[in-house]
């Protein structure tokens, strides 16, 4: 059996149709579990107060934001080499789910921000990465919806996809390569001097599966969808042209 099997939309319709309740069962259990273990059963950071306890939606989030644009990056190149129309449709459903989160981070970095760093907002390497990729998904997005025919719009908006993943790589690494800004490190390292403690880790690694999972849920849901919309516009134009 190949990978590629997956590709033709019948068969990706049949297996996503088996998952999607199982991998929707997992999202629900994780996410409110780790969200429940992190808000309410974790103490008050020493040094943050209750503040801290943002991280819990901030840090997923903000994984989530670049991650889904790095999926969308590997399904545009699966388009662009292959010509598979899953791949495309997958990139095209995976946008809206991907800014949703970058919007999340930027909110919530923004609320933790203050009272951290005394301001909403600062122009930080990291941050700035980050806001530009989200007026990438604007973008892409507005792409998709602009082209008329979708396999000129899968072609643009993968090349759009490849661009933006220099900001999807810096929102993730720009801490390697610029020292100033006000943005910290990972939270999350094998460095045990710059992990965060294993009271406040193990629910956020909890709240990063569940948003994981959600993200595949979401992904799979509005690919079926898109794959139903492309099968009902090729039906009507047939139509269309029959009569």
């Known amino acids: 059996m190949s990978i590629w099997e997956y590709a033709n939309p019948k068969k990706f319709m049949e297996t996503s149709a088996r998952l999607l309740p199982w991998v929707t069962g997992f999202a629900m259990v994780s996410l409110l579990g780790g969200l429940f273990w992190g808000f309410f059963l974790t103490p008050d950071d020493f040094r943050q107060g209750s503040t801290v306890k943002i ?38 459903a995976a946008a809206p789910v991907g800014l949703t989160f970058t919007l999340i981070g930027l909110v919530t970095g923004a609320i933790w921000g203050q009272p ?30 602009a082209v008329d025919d979708p396999d000129t719009a899968a072609d643009l908006t993968s090349v759009l996809c490849i661009v933006g993943s220099v900001f999807a790589f810096l929102s993730r690494y720009a801490i390697l390569f610029w020292n100033q800004g ?29 948003f994981l999972l959600l993200f595949v849920t979401l992904v799979l849901l509005r690919t079926r969808t898109e794959i139903r919309a492309r099968r009902m516009a090729a039906l009507l134009s047939r139509e269309r042209m029959a009569g």
């Open 182 to 210: 006000l943005h910290q490190g990972a939270s999350l390292s094998l460095d045990a001097e710059e992990n965060v403690s294993d009271v406040y880790a193990w629910p956020l690694w909890t709240c990063i599966a569940g």
């Open 116 to 145: 951290m760093w005394g301001t909403w907002w600062a122009w930080d390497p990291r941050l700035t990465a980050f806001l530009i990729l989200g007026l990438f998904y604007l973008g892409y997005i507005a792409l998709w919806a």
């Open 55 to 92: 991280i819990y939606l901030h840090v997923p989030a903000a994984i989530m934001g670049t991650s889904a644009w790095f999926m969308m990056l590997v399904t545009s190149l699966i388009w662009l080499i292959r010509r598979h129309h899953v791949s495309a449709l997958a990139a095209k």
